[in-house]
């Protein structure tokens, strides 16, 4: 071989193959893909078990909204009517 090629150095005794390499590339992908997955789903079951660690009155918080729905919505009735 020639020193232009010091990347077929690991192919001694075998041919590379473009097929091989696309497979490797494609795993490699897949690993990765499923690493990032996973740990989002672990993001998400830890943010589930603090939730769960909080205590009850933690959960029954009011609407941050200014305008509830219910009442603008009732408001929008109102003003249509009124229009009428």
């Known amino acids: 071989m020639s020193e232009n090629e010091w990347y077929l150095e690991r192919?001694?005794?075998?041919?590379?193959?473009?097929?091989?390499?696309?497979?490797?590339?494609m795993s490699i992908g897949a690993v990765w893909?499923?690493?990032?997955?996973?740990?989002?789903?672990?993001?998400?079951?830890?943010?589930?078990?603090?939730?769960g660690l909080l205590p009850d009155d933690?959960?029954?918080a009011g609407d941050p909204s200014p305008w509830p729905v219910s009442q603008?919505?009732?408001?929008?009735a109102e003003a249509e009517e009124s229009s009428n």
């Open 11 to 25: 192919y001694k005794d075998r041919k590379p193959s473009l097929g091989f390499w696309i497979f490797q590339q």
């Open 33 to 51: 893909a499923a690493l990032a997955l996973f740990g989002l789903i672990a993001v998400m079951l830890i943010f589930v078990a603090i939730g």
């Open 58 to 60: 933690a959960r029954e």
């Open 72 to 76: 603008s919505s009732s408001a929008g």
